[in-house]
């Protein structure tokens, strides 16, 4: 079986950032991106006290919650649990591992591959063009321009298994993912500073090789804040004093950034403006 799942490409979301200083300047840096962007500048600071505050993430959860499993078509409930747990931990090594998202390091995803998978993986990794880079399966900042705020990740959302087929008429086990991801970051050193929010969409898809599964991570993303560079797999937050990097965006997304609707349509390399994180 040979199957190359599409790369995770990364839909950035650049959000109009606000600068900070006196009022005529921030008024007049309020014109200019107002007219660049077509819409004004806005302010979101992270307290970093509390850095959820205010926002619809106070009521997230910390962790990616794994469902009670139960048999689903030819698969008995403790393969399909096991496919769970997999796809938590997977999303763990993601989102939730610092070395991962600030520091760069894919050894704790790495060692969730196996087989075909991880044949694909490293036949990928650090490939020359962005867009076809394995690592854009994981999240990692671009180094150097983030550090984390706090221990807490908030994240909301749900996965689910169903049963599937791919394109070459292969049957699997697919683990629908759909999450909202908060992660407070600060310029390193700084106090400038913002929340991420990331809309992730897609599915591990599971396949019985003897007996043991082989898990394929097929997933897309949006994120805001971020400059809308698109030479690059790390995204690069957007801080409140910054004008925005590489595409301006075009349109403006009206549904809550935190609003997993918001992005879902999005195409690839597509940029817009979101409202405050």
Same mark, same amino acid.
């Given at each position: 079986?040979?199957?190359?799942?599409?790369?995770?490409?990364?839909?950035?979301?650049?959000?109009?950032?606000?600068?900070?200083?006196?009022?005529?300047?921030?008024?007049?840096?309020?014109?200019?991106?107002?007219?660049?962007?077509?819409?004004?500048?806005?302010?979101?600071?992270?307290?970093?006290?509390?850095?959820?505050?205010?926002?619809?993430?106070?009521?997230?959860?910390?962790?990616?919650?794994?469902?009670?499993?139960?048999?689903?078509?030819?698969?008995?409930?403790?393969?399909?649990?096991?496919?769970?747990?997999?796809?938590?931990?997977?999303?763990?090594?993601?989102?939730?591992?610092?070395?991962?998202?600030?520091?760069?390091?894919? &050894?704790?995803?790495?060692?969730?591959?196996?087989?075909?998978?991880?044949?694909?993986?490293?036949?990928?990794?650090?490939?020359?063009?962005?867009?076809?880079?394995?690592?854009?399966?994981?999240?990692?900042?671009?180094?150097?321009?983030?550090?984390?705020?706090?221990?807490?990740?908030?994240?909301?959302?749900?996965?689910?298994?169903?049963?599937?087929?791919?394109?070459?008429? &292969?049957?699997?086990?697919?683990?629908?993912?759909?999450?909202?991801?908060?992660?407070?970051?600060?310029?390193?050193?700084? %106090?400038?500073?913002?929340?991420?929010?990331?809309?992730?969409?897609?599915?591990?898809?599971?396949?019985?090789?003897?007996?043991?599964?082989?898990?394929?991570?097929?997933?897309?993303?949006?994120?805001?804040?971020?400059?809308?560079?698109?030479?690059?797999?790390?995204?690069?937050?957007?801080?409140?004093? %910054?004008?925005?990097?590489?595409?301006?965006?075009?349109?403006?997304?009206?549904?809550?950034?935190?609003?997993?609707?918001?992005?879902?349509?999005?195409?690839?390399?597509?940029?817009?403006?979101?409202?405050?994180?």
């Amino acid at each position: 079986m040979t199957r190359n799942p599409r790369a995770a490409l990364c839909a950035a979301v650049v959000a109009a950032t606000a600068l900070t200083g006196c009022a005529p300047a921030e008024n007049l840096l309020n014109d200019v991106v107002r007219d660049v962007t077509g819409v004004p500048i806005t302010h979101d600071q992270v307290d970093r006290d509390d850095p959820f505050g205010g926002t619809e993430a106070e009521e997230y959860g910390e962790g990616f919650t794994v469902p009670e499993a139960a048999a689903i078509g030819e698969y008995p409930a403790d393969r399909v649990q096991e496919a769970y747990d997999t796809t938590g931990e997977l999303l763990e090594a993601v989102y939730l591992d610092r070395e991962s998202v600030f520091g760069g390091d894919d &050894m704790r995803f790495r060692s969730l591959l196996s087989g075909q998978a991880m044949d694909w993986y490293e036949k990928y990794h650090g490939h020359e063009d962005p867009a076809l880079d394995s690592r854009s399966l994981l999240f990692h900042l671009t180094p150097g321009t983030a550090e984390p705020i706090g221990d807490v990740v908030k994240v909301d959302g749900r996965m689910w298994a169903e049963t599937a087929e791919d394109q070459y008429g &292969m049957p699997y086990l697919a683990v629908r993912t759909e999450y909202t991801v908060v992660h407070p970051v600060a310029r390193p050193g700084e %106090e400038v500073s913002v929340r991420l929010v990331t809309s992730h969409y897609g599915e591990v898809s599971f396949y019985d090789v003897g007996g043991r599964w082989e898990a394929w991570p097929n997933w897309w993303r949006s994120a805001g804040p971020v400059h809308c560079v698109w030479d690059e797999y790390t995204f690069t937050p957007a801080y409140s004093d %910054e004008m925005p990097e590489g595409e301006r965006p075009e349109g403006w997304i009206e549904d809550d950034p935190y609003d997993l609707e918001s992005a879902r349509d999005m195409g690839e390399e597509e940029c817009g403006a979101i409202g405050a994180t």
